[in-house]
């Protein structure tokens, strides 16, 4: 079962955007379906109290994908997002204005987009399964075909500029886990928010993000998903997820952007 779901998996290779200060100490660090490379120094990400994103852009090869601006601007908001949320569990999140004791950047290195045809003909099966065979139990695989991937790297500077934490990530949508959404950038947005939890969580307990029990997720975390106000205003400025509707978007396989109003306008950011 494990091998076929593997084999079911779009790769996604662990490319490099030449933003990260060194790659020289970065060790492998895999989860099941996600390959990374990461650093991190404990002692002094754990002293840590506040911290400011800078916003994810995309590398020179990565935004020759062939998206709309819309499109890449969703994807990467909504890794700025994830990150904020999850940074928020144990830091203070600042405006990128104010001093902080690590300052966060992603870059997405890599995006290949989904087919929405394939998307479309896998989500239609799921909802013809709900509709024809609602006593059978289990999910419906997506056809292997057209699956997005998405790939990025960040790193966490303190204020002396020195790298206290970075990552090298890569994930492939799969035919089993994960909600299809009919667009180029359905998978990619998906993934973008798996990646702003997992940086997040190394920069929260200092250790790699992968192996271990999964913990529960906060009543934050709940309210975050649900579209509630961030804890921190910093985090406004990425806007609020979809909450209700976004679930109802991904249950119908509807494109990020029906649901999804992306980044807060500038004015109210600052606010």
Request: proline share 10%.
């Amino acid at each position: 079962m494990l091998l076929w779901l593997l084999a079911g998996c779009a790769s996604a290779p662990l490319d490099r955007a030449g933003t990260l200060q060194s790659y020289d100490r970065l060790e492998p660090a895999n989860g099941l379906v996600t390959r990374s490379l990461l650093e991190v120094s404990p002692d002094d990400v754990l002293v840590a109290r506040t911290v400011k994103i800078v916003p994810t852009v995309f590398s020179d090869p990565a935004a020759r994908t062939p998206l709309t601006a819309e499109q890449r601007r969703l994807v990467a908001n909504a890794v700025d997002r994830a990150l904020c949320a999850a940074l928020s569990e144990r830091f203070a999140v600042v405006r990128p204005s104010e001093h902080a004791d690590l300052t966060v950047h992603a870059v997405v290195t890599q995006l290949t987009p989904t087919d929405p045809v394939a998307a479309g003909l896998s989500k239609g099966g799921s909802v013809a399964k709900s509709i024809l065979l609602p006593g059978v139990p289990g999910p419906v695989p997506r056809i292997p075909v057209g699956l997005g991937s998405l790939s990025l790297e960040a790193e966490a500077r303190d204020p002396a500029g020195r790298p206290q934490a970075a990552m090298v990530w890569g994930r492939g949508a799969t035919v089993l886990f994960g909600p299809t959404r009919i667009a180029e950038n359905g998978d990619a947005y998906v993934l973008a928010a798996e990646f702003g939890a997992d940086f997040g969580k190394l920069l929260v307990t200092g250790r790699s993000p992968f192996g271990g029990l999964p913990s529960p997720p906060s009543l934050e975390k709940i309210g975050h998903l649900l579209g509630k106000a961030p804890k921190y205003p910093a985090c406004e400025a990425f806007g609020r997820p979809p909450g209700l509707v976004g679930l109802l978007g991904e249950q119908v396989g509807a494109p990020p952007s029906w649901t999804d109003q992306g980044a807060a306008p500038a004015a109210a950011a600052t606010e």
